[in-house]
């Protein structure tokens, strides 16, 4: 058995980012409208019925047609008018460095981008910045808080290393205490997240550190509550790791109610690598409240302005730091505007669907002989699906030859995660498996046909 072929790879008439994602779509892809079709506004495409739509968005990648790809938690794949706009940004940066075309506007060059891509997160635009990755936010507000001997910072024990380095440095340079909390990972109602941290509160806690959708399991936590209802009233800053929502959740930072967001641009967003989000909340007015006895509370220690920062504002100081990777953060921004075109209700929809299926197929083939880690409640899943076909959960040399042999024999790219279930246990392996945009029903059921026929093999 193989991977099913993609759609086909042909390349389509070149046309501006707008045409591509409305009308000029369909005339590129033989579907019988002329050439010549006039340009439409992005919200065509919230119209179009779902089986047109996907069949669209699975034409706009350039995905190898004999593998499919499922490790978008891992990294994404840039669609192809964000892709050819990266070149064309490149190509203008390398011919005329020094004013760039003078498509970016003024210095430092990101406010436009920044103001068009804010409101799609529910953010204004003084607060949001465009980043490096995940890491380099979170390392980024780690690294610059006042944070002094005798804090206690809570995370939980299925964190990515993009919180635990910066932490494990907080701890051994600034004598911060970091206190690991085991979630649940098979809970039976979502209040047992928040009681986690609820629970652990103490005098000294002075950040909250939590991934919204966890790396390991795919386990998304409730990030409103746990700020609402733990983090605002004992008046503690959060921090947030979204490498796996943006581009995946449609989100909302103001509703969250968060202090710091970190996201990824490369992931589920499919944007260019070495790219991503920051959102700091409304210029950090709520963390000099929380701590008034910080002055100041928050250092900038990656930027040239930070001794400006009451001239530039927080916005400025932070996004520039030195010369930018420019087409890139404008690639990112064209990719959010596909998103936004799409829908991003519309996206969280499908990912969920698509990740619903895949668990309710495993469960039907594998029965209970399987164990799927990520959790099925409502408001806790998200489009990563974890499990484990065998009796051992400990043994990782078996799943990664599994992992191996599902790409080199059958064609489905998946990956494999470690964790604890409890921090007492010991470590057990899953595979991890990313459902996005660019599948289909085809693709989920394959995979699952294929890890079972696999599964045979190998018992």
């Known amino acids: 058995m193989s991977a099913k072929n993609h759609p086909s790879d042909s390349s389509l008439p070149r046309r501006d980012f707008l045409k591509f994602t409305g009308l ?29 739509l996907w069949k669209m968005v699975r034409r706009a990648f350039v995905l190898e047609r004999d593998t499919v790809y499922m490790n978008i938690g891992t990294t994404g794949s840039m669609p192809r008018p964000v892709l050819a706009a990266y070149a064309r940004y490149n190509r203008l940066v390398a011919a005329d460095p020094w004013d760039m075309g003078g498509e970016w506007g003024p210095w430092p060059y990101m406010s436009g981008l920044v103001e068009t891509v804010a409101p799609q997160f529910g953010a204004d635009a003084h607060e949001l910045v465009l980043t490096r990755n995940t890491t380099d936010g979170m390392c980024t507000v780690l690294g610059g808080l ?23 440095v907080l701890a051994q340079r600034q004598g911060v205490t970091v206190r690991q909390l085991e979630i649940p990972v098979f809970p039976d109602s979502e209040d047992e997240y928040v009681d986690v941290f609820r629970n652990a509160v103490s005098p000294a806690t002075r950040l909250i550190v939590f991934s919204h959708i966890t790396y390991k399991t795919g386990a998304m936590l409730p990030a409103q509550r746990i700020c609402q209802e733990v983090a605002i009233p004992n008046g503690i800053p959060t921090l947030i790791d979204g490498a796996h929502t943006v581009g995946m959740v449609d989100l909302d930072f103001h509703a969250i109610d968060c202090d710091f967001y970190a996201g990824s641009g ?25 701590w008034p006895d910080r002055d100041p509370p928050f250092f900038a ?47 969280e929809r499908r990912v969920q669907s698509l990740s619903a299926l895949c668990k309710e197929a495993i469960r039907d083939t ?17 489009g990563l699906t974890a499990f484990n076909p065998f009796s051992d959960l400990t043994d990782g040399t078996t799943l990664t030859t599994f992992r191996d042999r599902l790409r080199e ?32 029903e085809d693709d989920v059921l394959g995979l699952v046909e294929a890890m079972w026929d696999l599964f045979q093999d190998m018992r």
């Not at 065509?44 to 047109?52: A, E, G, K, T």
């Not at 909340?281 to 409240?289: E, G, H, P, V």
């Open 24 to 52: 000029a779509a369909l005339a590129g892809t033989g579907l019988g409208l002329p050439e010549e079709a006039p340009a439409t506004d992005f919200e065509f495409r919230h119209h179009w019925p779902d089986r047109l």
């Open 146 to 168: 006042n944070l002094q001997p005798g804090d206690e910072i809570l995370t939980t024990h299925h964190e990515h290393v993009a919180a635990l380095s910066p932490l494990a």
């Open 266 to 290: 490369h992931k589920w967003q499919c944007g260019p690598g070495a790219t991503g989000i920051l959102y700091v909340r409304d210029n950090m007015t709520r963390l000099q409240d929380f």
């Open 301 to 347: 220690i990656n930027s040239s302005l930070y001794p400006y920062r009451r001239f530039f504002g927080w916005q400025t100081v932070l996004q520039y730091v030195g010369h930018d990777n420019y087409p890139a953060k404008r690639a990112l921004v064209d990719a959010c505007r596909m998103w936004e075109a799409i829908g991003r209700e519309r996206i």
């Open 366 to 382: 594998f029965g209970a002989q399987a164990t799927l880690f990520s959790p099925e409640l409502p408001g806790t899943t998200s």
């Open 409 to 440: 024999e059958y064609g489905y790219i998946i990956r494999t995660t470690d964790f604890h279930v409890a921090l007492a246990d010991p470590e057990v392996h899953a595979l991890r498996i990313s459902t996005h945009l660019f599948h289909d």
